[in-house]
């Protein structure tokens, strides 16, 4: 097993603002530490971190650079509204989303991935 398929975790705060089309997304550590701020609208997305500021055409190209993986925005958005929207190699279970939670699996392509949202009031 290389690197690429070692296992990875990523714990933030998040607060999401907006639509897939425009919109805003803070993430925070876990003790409230800015790591980035994004913002999107038509044609355009960008990431500001204390390190850097970059830019891409759209949020979904902005999220494949900065995690290096295709995270199926569009679908995500809709599963946040309990619409449970078909994404490629993606399974969402939006069976707890009334209780806070949302669980999404990609499994294809390899490497497997979870995503596992808590959201709060």
């Given at each position: 097993?290389?690197?690429?398929?070692?296992?990875?975790s990523f714990t933030a705060h998040f607060e999401l603002q907006g639509t897939a089309r425009?919109?805003?997304?803070?993430?925070?550590?876990?003790?409230?530490?800015?790591?980035?701020?994004?913002?999107?609208?038509?044609?355009?997305?960008?990431?500001?971190?204390?390190?850097?500021?970059?830019?891409?055409?759209?949020?979904?190209?902005?999220?494949?650079?900065?995690?290096?993986?295709?995270?199926?925005?569009?679908?995500?958005?809709?599963?946040l509204m309990g619409v449970p929207t078909i994404a490629s190699g993606w399974q969402a279970?939006?069976?707890?989303?009334?209780?806070?939670?949302?669980?999404?699996?990609?499994?294809?392509?390899?490497?497997?991935?979870?995503?596992?949202?808590?959201?709060?009031?």
């Amino acid at each position: 097993m290389d690197d690429s398929d070692a296992p990875r975790s990523f714990t933030a705060h998040f607060e999401l603002q907006g639509t897939a089309r425009s919109g805003s997304l803070e993430l925070s550590t876990p003790l409230g530490t800015l790591l980035a701020r994004l913002q999107w609208s038509a044609g355009e997305a960008s990431i500001e971190t204390a390190q850097e500021r970059r830019n891409a055409p759209s949020l979904e190209s902005l999220l494949r650079d900065v995690t290096g993986e295709a995270l199926p925005v569009d679908a995500l958005f809709d599963w946040l509204m309990g619409v449970p929207t078909i994404a490629s190699g993606w399974q969402a279970d939006l069976q707890q989303l009334e209780q806070g939670r949302l669980n999404a699996t990609r499994t294809q392509p390899h490497p497997p991935a979870t995503l596992r949202i808590l959201l709060n009031p």
